[in-house]
């Protein structure tokens, strides 16, 4: 048998590896024209995005956040340095992010623009941006006269629209009248309103007042504007949504904020907005810190004030009583220090009283000033220790001393730092700074055109594969010749390629004046010739075996090239020395007859009848050693005739006067016929058409032959397109190699 005879291990091996891949290219190319359409189809809505979708534009602000600190805090030998805790934090780019980007800078943005209200003129839907966007002029209202739509450069301007909160995002309709005027329309007005440009519209409604203010209108009387007021926390959201915030570089302090939208103005004029009030957000909180602090500042100053003359008159009360002169250089030298020791304590304890009302005892900053704290009380202790080894006049006049200059050095940086705490009130000085403001854009980040195209041609390819691909697995039928013998359990006898020549002989045989019209016989060098030659080799080898030498081809359903292949065979076998009979017995659409030329008379149906015996009705030598006897005129009972004894002994006496007798019978799963004729015949070959018979009704169809007791002998792959995807794939259909490597002979 032909399926296995041809075969290595290493042939097999590459083949099988190369089948998913060729399968594959096999199913695009028996689906080209649809995945071509679809290709198409893809295509042209790719464009239709890219052309007809309205332009999108960015617009974009950079921010720098300033990382110095305060000018309050930068100026060396400050005594007060770390006094103001709040005002020394470096401000982070992190989560000046999250400041940029809160509904408390957007909403100030939204509100000041009144983003929540939105007028433009109306547009037919897809087509009309488009089409406005390349007309500069005003232009008439409607679309084939119909509606109030905009094609031009029509234009509105609402500064003020407000109603209740139940109409928020219901859209009002503004259509342009003469003189000036306008008619607002809406199902909560009931009736259309009149209005007039540049004065306040105010209308009573069921809901609530609605008030608009239209400040200029571009456009001819008729044409129509929407207006909406969107809720405000949902536009609020939705630039929150859109705006994009990131730090441009690794830690460079510079915020770049950006926004898209339909409307170029638009789009520049809140980004810009949004980072104007962000800066002055951070203006306005760094005043409220400084001001805080000043008021905590004044009410230091009066008790410092009093300590520091307390101070001095114990000093000079002190003195005049003791008689003292002035201390030399050494006690000079240690007053200084004790005096800074003193000051420095000071200042830590003021510092921790200002951040403890912030942040707990384990914050960083309190646990830093903890131990500067300890460490100024260790070094104050050893100076104290130096000086108690003074004369006691000495020591209680340096310690008198040292208050006075404790608290004159506290009281003077004190109002220092009020004066600088007042500047920055007064000024609202921000540590951001709007360094690139946004201008319009004039060219749209989308839609890319390019990009459009190749995702619309990457989707359509992959969507059409696979419609293909699904497709083949719903109603394709079987292309793999190991498929059908492990699902059967039958050997494929031979894969018959599809012939180039035969649809023009088809034709000859449907025409009005048939003639011999057999493949094998006119183009006897035909692939699709050698494959059946090679099919008569298996054939030989099956008939030793055989209880008869009576072979049936059938296939599961009609369509399946049944009968062509039994003309064929016969002709390639009576072409080798056999003498063969070639019986009609499809007698319900039988069409043998016409292949060879012959008129349609006395058959097979005919014998069965009794009205004309077997020697009347055969047509001998219409080829050398090819006898046929064709089916006759379609009798009215043809399950019948078949199952007669008559049957089996037309069949009986054929056997023996011929070395093959081929029986072309009728569907088996169409009508009962070949199930009838099946038992005489000693081999049965099923065909099936390559990627049209499924194995389920290979299958069905051996079940119904086994049930009158006959034995399916193996299948017929016919049909096999000769396209195949590779030279590894053809080779598997073992007789389509005969084309796909080049073996074909030299026109006939």
Do not use: C
């Not at 234009?155 to 928020?168: A, H, K, N």
């Not at 569907?667 to 009838?676: F, I, Y």
Request: charge should be neutral; proline fraction near 5%.
């Amino acid at each position: 048998m032909i399926a296995k005879a041809r075969t290595s291990d290493e042939a097999a091996t590459e083949t099988d590896d190369e089948i998913p891949f060729a399968s594959l290219i096999d199913t695009v190319i028996n689906h080209r024209v649809l995945i071509a359409m679809v290709v198409i189809f893809a295509l042209l809505l790719g464009a239709a995005y890219a052309y007809l979708s309205p332009p999108i534009y960015r617009s974009a602000i950079l921010i720098k956040v300033e990382d110095n600190k305060d000018v309050s805090n930068s100026r060396p030998g400050d005594p007060l340095s770390n006094m103001l805790p709040t005002l020394d934090d470096r401000s982070s780019a992190e989560g000046e992010m999250q400041v940029l980007g809160s509904k408390l800078v957007i909403s100030r943005a939204v509100d000041a623009l009144k983003l929540y209200i939105s007028a433009e003129p109306r547009r037919l839907p897809i087509f009309g941006n488009r089409f406005s966007h390349h007309n500069g002029e005003l232009s008439e209202p409607g679309f084939l006269g119909f509606g109030d739509y905009a094609w031009g450069d029509e234009s509105i301007t609402v500064p003020d629209f407000d109603v209740p909160r139940q109409l928020e995002g219901s859209k009002f309709t503004v259509t342009a009248r003469k003189n000036g005027q306008y008619e607002l329309s809406n199902p909560a007005l009931g009736t259309p309103v009149i209005g007039t440009v540049g004065e306040v519209l105010l209308v009573q409604t069921a809901k609530g007042p609605v008030r608009l203010l239209v400040t200029a209108l571009r456009g001819n009387p008729g044409v129509g504007f929407d207006v909406v007021h969107d809720s405000r926390q949902l536009t609020i959201d939705a630039i929150q949504n859109q705006m994009k915030i990131s730090e441009q570089g690794n830690k460079s302090s510079v915020l770049k904020a950006t926004l898209e939208s339909a409307d170029a103005v638009q789009v520049a004029a809140t980004i810009n907005e949004i980072g104007r009030q962000y800066v002055r957000l951070n203006g306005d909180r760094k005043a409220v810190i400084a001001e805080n602090s000043l008021t905590y500042l004044q009410r230091q100053l009066p008790v410092l004030k009093r300590q520091m003359e307390d101070a001095e008159n114990a000093y000079n009360t002190y003195r005049d009583r003791n008689s003292l002169l002035d201390t030399d250089e050494a006690n000079r030298l240690l007053l200084k220090q004790t005096v800074d020791a003193n000051t420095q304590l000071l200042t830590l304890r003021h510092s921790r009283d200002e951040l403890s009302t912030t942040f707990s005892s384990a914050h960083p900053r309190i646990v830093a000033i903890d131990k500067q704290i300890a460490a100024t009380e260790q070094f104050l202790a050893k100076l104290n220790d130096r000086t108690r080894s003074m004369p006691m006049e000495e020591q209680g006049a340096l310690r008198l001393l040292r208050n006075v200059r404790v608290s004159t050095d506290l009281y003077t940086a004190l109002r220092n730092n009020i004066e600088e705490m007042m500047l920055i009130k007064a000024g609202k000085a921000a540590s951001v700074q709007l360094i690139d403001t946004a201008e319009v854009p004039e060219l749209p980040v989308k839609p890319i055109k390019w990009l459009a195209f190749a995702v619309a041609l990457a989707l359509g390819l992959f969507a059409a594969v696979g419609l293909a691909m699904l497709l083949d697995r719903i109603f394709r039928g079987v292309t793999d010749t190991q498929e059908i013998e492990i699902e059967t359990g039958l050997s494929v006898f031979a894969t018959i390629p599809q012939s180039a020549r035969q649809p023009a002989l088809s034709s000859v045989v449907n025409g009005t004046s048939p003639r011999q019209a057999v493949l094998a016989a006119q183009f006897p060098k035909d692939p699709t010739v050698e494959a059946l030659r090679i099919l008569r080799s298996a054939l030989q080898f099956t008939l030793v075996g055989a209880r008869n030498n009576v072979v049936m081809i059938a296939g599961p359903l009609p369509g399946v090239g049944k009968s062509f292949l039994s003309a064929n065979l016969a002709t390639v076998l009576a072409s080798g020395g056999t003498r063969v009979l070639l019986i009609d017995a499809d007698l319900r659409k039988g069409y043998l007859h016409r292949q060879f030329g012959i008129q349609q008379g006395p058959g097979l149906a005919n014998i069965l009848l009794g009205t004309h015996t077997f020697d009347d009705s055969v047509h001998r030598n219409v080829l050398p050693n090819l006898d046929v006897l064709q089916g006759g005129p379609y009798p009215a009972s043809p399950a019948e005739l078949l199952l007669s004894t008559k049957y089996r002994e037309v069949i009986a006496d054929a056997s023996r006067s011929y070395d093959i007798v081929l029986v072309d019978a009728a569907a088996v799963l169409a009508v009962s016929d070949a199930g009838a004729i099946a038992p005489a015949a000693g081999s049965i070959f099923l065909v099936s058409l390559y990627g049209r018979t499924r194995v389920g009704e290979i299958k069905e169809a051996m079940k119904r032959l086994n049930q009158t007791g006959a034995r399916v002998t193996g299948v017929l792959l016919n049909g096999v397109s000769l396209h195949t995807a590779n030279k590894a794939l053809a080779g598997r259909y073992g007789s389509s190699a005969y084309v796909a490597h080049n073996y074909e002979s030299a026109p006939e």
